[in-house]
Structure formats: C-alpha cells, structure tokens
C-alpha cells in the first residue's frame, strides 16, 4: 500500500505517474494531450484529481483542434 501511496502522491510521486500514462499510451499508439507542464498554473487544477476553470479552457480548445483534425 504504501508503494501505491508514493506513486501517486508528492511531486516524485506525479512524475512516476506521468511517465506510467505516457508509457501505457505509447504501447497502444494513442493520442494524449500532456498538461504536465501546467500542472503549478494558478487555477489550472482545483486540486490533485480536479480541473480548474483554466484548465478545461486547456481541455476544450484541444478538443475543438482535435475534431476539426480529423
């Protein structure tokens, strides 16, 4: 339990969980819209597992982009 507890919490942490997701979405040859670099942005993120109003302005105009991609 307490591996878990350090793999997904504090910034160590994060960073494990960061490169676990891109690891996982790189072996299915999926699209991921990386926010990391976002991650200390005032009102990006309400909290640890919440995002802020800025953040879903983030998520929608990768969406929109995204779509018309296609």
């Known amino acids: 339990m307490e591996r878990l507890h350090r793999l997904y919490s504090g910034p160590a942490g994060g960073i494990l969980h960061y490169e676990h997701v891109r690891s996982i979405v790189g072996e299915y040859g999926v699209k991921l819209l990386d926010l990391t ?19 879903w302005l983030a998520v929608d105009q990768a969406l929109i982009s995204y779509y018309y991609e296609q």
């Open 37 to 55: 670099g976002f991650e200390y942005e005032p009102y990006f993120m309400c909290d640890t597992m919440h995002i802020g109003w800025k953040g």
